[in-house]
């Protein structure tokens, strides 16, 4: 190390040099930032600023995501609203097409309405099919494909590949509960012996079970002249069992019937030991074992039916049980006016009760011909009750089969094991139960998701760090469905506009419009429209409150990386004059010399 030679002088002039070179320094750096508009060109550059700096912008960051996210998810919002508010007013129109027609204030219009909901039900099916940037909306989370098939396909099927439509189900159904025998008496047994007409139900327990009218009760207005005998009927007890051991995730569609006598459906999961909770049941040591956990499960409830995918191939063997039954006698007191009044009940839990009153002949609608003997009378009581069945299954019965029918078709599933009902026939082409495995047989008309038990959250969109918004929706829906199952009876099935035929449009009409316009408390399109409305206000709400947000910390940033172009040219003013000066001063002291200064 070698030591400089000390110099009078010598620590005063590199000082000096110091602070010209500093002061040069922070002259080019305030030139820098008067053409830039920035503090400095690096976070070290801005000091104890940097840590404020980046936080602040780390924070613009999460909130420029979110507000690109909010922006995406509210087009997103916005299609499938007017899309769910499009499918509201379709089925809100023919509601109240329905009305009109069913008052008599439209009468004329019957005969057009199946083009019309032909119509309409491409409309709806075009509005679940709604997409937005290559990507279907209202398919949960499958978003690759249209999530619903075309009108035509749903309808008639693809004959090609041996798969029915919705009409081939109607049709089907409406054969399996009016019966094939003339008059229709809705599979219910009508016979006379004497002065005794005898209505019970089927002896089959798969047919009373399923199909047909039930007998729910029997009265007569003069005991003396019509003698009633009703013995309630006792439904048949279900034995579950499967083909073979279910594994974890097989389904089982369990038909029950309700205390109404309409019917329902009950779909239950397989789980392993310590899976299970609702709409589940425990995978036992053995497929008898499951069995018997799938009854428990459903304890408490009349089970019709069960369907499954083969396997498990799970099975329902009905056993026990008695059929309702009617016997009336004619007696020796009756007189013109007496009536005898029996009640059937539908599968939707509806029913329809048959008056019928003796007369001096049979020429008005509802009476029967007082005979020469009870034995004469009870011959036109029959004929007079076969009529009154065959009506009743021709208008009710029939539109209640075809509304119960479409919806089985659009509550069928791609899942294996939920394929719509079918119904087994005999070698004599009698309808005696349903299918236990349905699968390959019927158009599956919903090709989305249908694994969650919550539509709106197959799809969400972040909008803060602890927030997310759910948009998702399904195309198979309850609301949708019930829209979709009104229009499709409607398209499949022709009115005239005669007198004749409004007692036939009046029970498809009454069924029709609850579909279309569920009761209180029950799941509606409007009801969807709601919540896609909900999100839609929360989704606008954290944008804005994230926009203001990112403008204040954009003003913290600014403040730490910005300068204020009219402050810098004055500190570079007074740099300039201050090293003006310096150089000046410097200049003087350097031509300084002793004869000089003397």
């Known amino acids: 190390m070698t030591i400089a030679p000390f110099a009078a002088g010598t620590a005063a002039a590199d000082l000096n040099t110091q602070r010209l070179v500093a002061m040069k320094a922070s002259l080019g750096?305030?030139?820098?930032?008067?053409?830039?508009?920035?503090?400095?060109?690096?976070?070290?550059?801005?000091?104890?600023?940097?840590?404020?700096?980046?936080?602040?912008?780390?924070?613009?960051?999460?909130?420029?995501?979110?507000?690109?996210?909010?922006?995406?998810?509210?087009?997103?919002?916005?299609?499938?609203?007017?899309?769910?508010?499009?499918?509201?007013?379709?089925?809100?129109?023919?509601?109240?097409?329905?009305?009109s027609a069913r008052t008599g204030t439209g009468t004329t219009a019957r005969s057009t309405m199946q083009q019309i909901a032909a119509g309409q039900l491409g409309g709806t099916l075009d509005a679940l099919n709604q997409s937005t940037g290559g990507q279907y909306i209202m398919g949960g989370r499958v978003t690759d494909r249209a999530p619903v098939e075309s009108a035509a396909r749903i309808l008639d099927g693809d004959p090609a590949a041996g798969l029915d439509g919705v009409r081939t189900l109607i049709t089907e159904r409406q054969a399996a509960d009016l019966g094939t025998g003339s008059p229709k008496t809705g599979r219910l047994d009508l016979s006379g012996s004497g002065a005794s007409v005898s209505l019970s139900e089927s002896q089959s327990l798969g047919v009373r079970t399923n199909f047909g009218f039930t007998i729910a009760g029997a009265v007569s207005s003069n005991p003396a002249g019509l003698s009633v005998a009703f013995q309630p009927g006792a439904p048949a007890s279900a034995t579950l069992s499967f083909a073979s051991q279910p594994k974890d995730g097989d389904i089982v569609r369990v038909s029950v019937r309700n205390t109404d006598g309409s019917e329902a459906f009950v779909?239950?999961?397989?789980?392993?030991?310590?899976?299970?909770?609702?709409?589940?049941?425990?995978?036992?040591?053995d497929a008898a074992a499951s069995a018997q956990n799938l009854t428990a499960a459903l304890a408490g409830r009349t089970v019709t039916g069960v369907q499954s995918a083969s396997p498990p191939g799970a099975t329902a063997t009905l056993s026990g049980g008695n059929p309702a039954s009617a016997t009336v006698t004619v007696g020796a007191g009756l007189q013109a006016g007496d009536s005898v009044q029996i009640t059937v009940g539908l599968r939707d839990g509806t029913s329809k009760t048959l008056s019928l009153k003796a007369a001096a002949d049979n020429k008005a609608a509802g009476t029967f011909a007082i005979g020469a003997s009870p034995a004469d009378t009870a011959a036109n009581l029959q004929a007079a009750l076969a009529t009154a069945l065959d009506t009743t299954a021709g208008t009710d019965l029939a539109a209640s089969s075809a509304t119960r029918a479409a919806s089985d078709f659009f509550a069928g599933s791609s899942s294996p094991g939920l394929s719509p009902r079918r119904v087994a026939l005999d070698a004599a082409g009698n309808a005696t139960a349903y299918v236990a495995d349905p699968s390959g047989r019927t158009l599956i008309w919903y090709k989305g998701d249908d694994t969650s038990a919550d539509p709106r959250g197959t799809a969400t969109v972040p909008v803060s760090r602890d927030q997310s918004v759910a948009i998702g929706v399904q195309a198979n829906e309850v609301p949708f469905r019930?829209?979709?199952?009104?229009?499709?009876?409607?398209?499949?099935?022709?009115?005239?506009?005669?007198?004749?035929?409004g007692r036939r449009f009046d029970a498809y009409s009454g069924r029709l419009q609850t579909l279309f316009k569920p009761g209180d408390g029950q799941p509606s399109v409007e009801g969807i429209g709601s919540e896609l409305s909900l999100a839609s206000a929360q989704i606008a709400t954290q944008k804005s409150q994230n926009t203001a947000t990112k403008a204040v910390l954009q003003k913290t940033v600014d403040g730490v990386e910005s300068v204020t172009t009219e402050e810098a040219a004055a500190k570079l003013l007074t740099l300039q004059?201050?090293?003006?000066?310096?150089?000046?001063a410097t200049s003087m002291l350097s031509k300084l010399t002793l004869t000089s200064y003397l």
């Open 29 to 99: 750096t305030i030139s820098n930032q008067i053409g830039s508009g920035r503090t400095a060109d690096t976070y070290g550059g801005l000091g104890s600023g940097r840590t404020q700096s980046l936080a602040a912008h780390a924070q613009i960051s999460a909130l420029d995501s979110y507000i690109a996210a909010a922006g995406t998810g509210a087009t997103r919002v916005s299609l499938a609203s007017a899309s769910v508010q499009q499918i509201a007013t379709l089925g809100s129109n023919t509601w109240s097409s329905l009305v």
């Open 267 to 285: 779909d239950l999961t397989a789980r392993t030991a310590g899976g299970g909770g609702e709409g589940t049941f425990a995978i036992g040591a």
């Open 577 to 584: 004059t201050q090293l003006q000066a310096s150089y000046q």
């Open 482 to 501: 019930k829209t979709l199952s009104g229009l499709a009876v409607l398209a499949t099935t022709s009115f005239d506009d005669t007198d004749a035929d």
